[in-house]
């Protein structure tokens, strides 16, 4: 299957709005153009860093110059009886979106585990086809991970305006075939009835090639900014990488669009020699029904959160902000305010907590 983007695959691919070849990342014929040849169908299964020769599945031995490892990450399985039951599904892939899109009729049930951007996204998609829609969330609120809990109860309150029933702090205990249905049981002896049911508990990196390679990996295949892995013929990129953000201060792996193409930029200016790319500001995104939620800057601490906007009416910011500059932002409809949050860390501005409260305050 040729290269596709993968946002389309809980939103628009999944609801029917949208063909596989609309999610091409680039048109079939641009490959040959561009003397890019593709080896469709095959894995990667050793890299030989002695002798420079990638091998394949089928036994054959690609030589490189330089080797760029942009594996990604694979759906985190889930542990319990039951969870590799038919009905059960993962969204990782094209093939998986369609599959699933084929069992979301009107009426029909779908418990959907985990309330992260991918469980969230299917459920609201699932729920304007007319589906029946359950989230189960081991946290607080949903997103947990990513956006603080006051953000994660709005768009709890948001699915149930929607009729999504998002039940937290549970966990999964079972999954149970009962005739011609499933049936999810939770630790807290409760049942949850369903026709299918779509697990999105998070991923893990696909640095097994890295691993058997011998290159250093720790949730993820350990390299600089610019995807450069010990071995300097080789670099890593996008999801499998964990590197030291040059902004952060700290190594992070990052699961996002925007972040796979900037970092496959950065690489590319290092392997041809030119200004490596600057360092960006860590950004993603997740549309809900009509909200569009953007997510800018990855902090790990803060000092204080400060809203700007009216947050019922779902067209807020929420800041983070620590020892005087901003570390992070969750904007919802507010897509001036997330630019505004980028530069305001990039360049380490200092602003106070009123000023952010401001919706005048917009600084060049």
Same mark, same amino acid.
């Given at each position: 299957?040729?290269?596709?983007?993968?946002?389309?695959?809980?939103?628009?691919?999944?609801?029917?709005?949208?063909?596989?070849?609309?999610?091409?990342?680039?048109?079939?014929?641009?490959?040959?153009?561009?003397?890019?040849?593709?080896?469709?169908?095959?894995?990667?299964?050793?890299?030989?860093?002695?002798?420079?020769?990638?091998? *394949?599945? =089928? !036994? $054959?031995? &690609?030589?490189? +110059?330089?080797? #760029?490892?942009?594996? %990604?990450?694979? /759906?985190?399985?889930?542990?319990?009886?039951?969870?590799?039951?038919?009905?059960?599904?993962?969204?990782?892939?094209?093939?998986?979106?369609?599959?699933?899109?084929?069992?979301?009729?009107?009426?029909?049930?779908?418990?959907?585990?985990?309330?992260?951007?991918?469980?969230?996204?299917?459920?609201?998609?699932?729920?304007?086809?007319?589906?029946?829609?359950?989230?189960?969330?081991?946290?607080?609120?949903?997103?947990?991970?990513?956006?603080?809990?006051?953000?994660?109860?709005?768009?709890?309150?948001?699915?149930?305006?929607?009729?999504?029933?998002?039940?937290?702090?549970?966990?999964?205990?079972?999954?149970?075939?009962?005739?011609?249905?499933?049936?999810?049981? *939770?630790? =807290? !002896? $409760?049942? &949850?009835?369903? +026709?299918?049911? #779509?697990?999105?508990? %998070?991923?893990? /990196?696909?640095?097994?090639?890295?691993?058997?390679?011998?290159?250093?990996?720790?949730?993820?295949?350990?390299?600089?900014?610019?995807?450069?892995?010990?071995?300097?013929?080789?670099?890593?990129?996008?999801?499998?990488?964990?590197?030291?953000?040059?902004?952060?201060?700290?190594?992070?792996?990052?699961?996002?669009?925007?972040?796979?193409?900037?970092?496959?930029?950065?690489?590319?200016?290092?392997?041809?020699?030119?200004?490596?790319?600057?360092?960006?500001?860590?950004?993603?995104?997740?549309?809900?029904?009509?909200?569009?939620?953007?997510?800018?800057?990855?902090?790990?601490?803060?000092?204080?959160?400060?809203?700007?906007?009216?947050?019922?009416?779902?067209?807020?910011?929420?800041?983070?902000?620590?020892?005087?500059?901003?570390?992070?932002?969750?904007?919802?409809?507010? /897509?001036?305010?997330?630019?505004?949050?980028?530069?305001?860390?990039?360049?380490?501005?200092?602003?106070?907590?009123?000023?952010?409260?401001?919706?005048?305050?917009?600084?060049?």
């Amino acid at each position: 299957m040729l290269p596709y983007e993968r946002p389309p695959l809980s939103k628009s691919l999944l609801a029917g709005a949208n063909t596989l070849e609309q999610a091409l990342v680039l048109a079939p014929d641009w490959y040959d153009r561009h003397a890019v040849r593709l080896h469709l169908g095959r894995h990667a299964v050793y890299v030989d860093r002695s002798r420079t020769e990638l091998v *394949l599945d =089928d !036994g $054959r031995s &690609l030589h490189y +110059d330089t080797l #760029v490892l942009a594996t %990604g990450a694979k /759906a985190r399985r889930l542990r319990v009886p039951g969870a590799d039951l038919s009905g059960v599904h993962y969204l990782r892939t094209a093939t998986q979106s369609l599959e699933l899109r084929q069992r979301l009729r009107p009426g029909k049930r779908l418990v959907v585990i985990g309330g992260g951007f991918i469980g969230l996204e299917v459920a609201a998609t699932a729920s304007t086809m007319g589906v029946q829609v359950c989230v189960v969330e081991a946290a607080a609120a949903p997103m947990a991970r990513v956006v603080p809990p006051e953000v994660g109860r709005l768009f709890a309150e948001l699915h149930r305006r929607h009729g999504v029933a998002v039940h937290t702090h549970a966990q999964v205990d079972a999954i149970r075939c009962e005739g011609t249905h499933l049936a999810v049981r *939770l630790q =807290d !002896g $409760r049942g &949850l009835d369903a +026709d299918s049911v #779509v697990v999105g508990i %998070g991923v893990v /990196a696909n640095d097994a090639l890295a691993v058997a390679s011998g290159l250093p990996v720790d949730d993820g295949i350990l390299a600089d900014a610019s995807g450069r892995t010990e071995d300097p013929r080789i670099y890593a990129i996008g999801d499998c990488a964990r590197f030291l953000h040059p902004l952060l201060g700290r190594a992070v792996r990052l699961e996002a669009w925007q972040h796979a193409n900037q970092h496959a930029e950065a690489a590319a200016c290092s392997i041809l020699g030119a200004d490596e790319a600057g360092a960006h500001v860590p950004w993603a995104w997740s549309d809900q029904y009509d909200a569009n939620l953007q997510v800018t800057g990855a902090p790990d601490q803060w000092d204080a959160l400060v809203w700007r906007g009216v947050p019922s009416a779902m067209a807020a910011t929420l800041f983070q902000w620590f020892e005087g500059h901003v570390v992070g932002a969750v904007s919802i409809n507010r /897509a001036k305010d997330a630019r505004l949050a980028a530069r305001l860390i990039a360049r380490r501005t200092s602003v106070t907590p009123e000023q952010l409260a401001d919706p005048a305050f917009y600084p060049c």
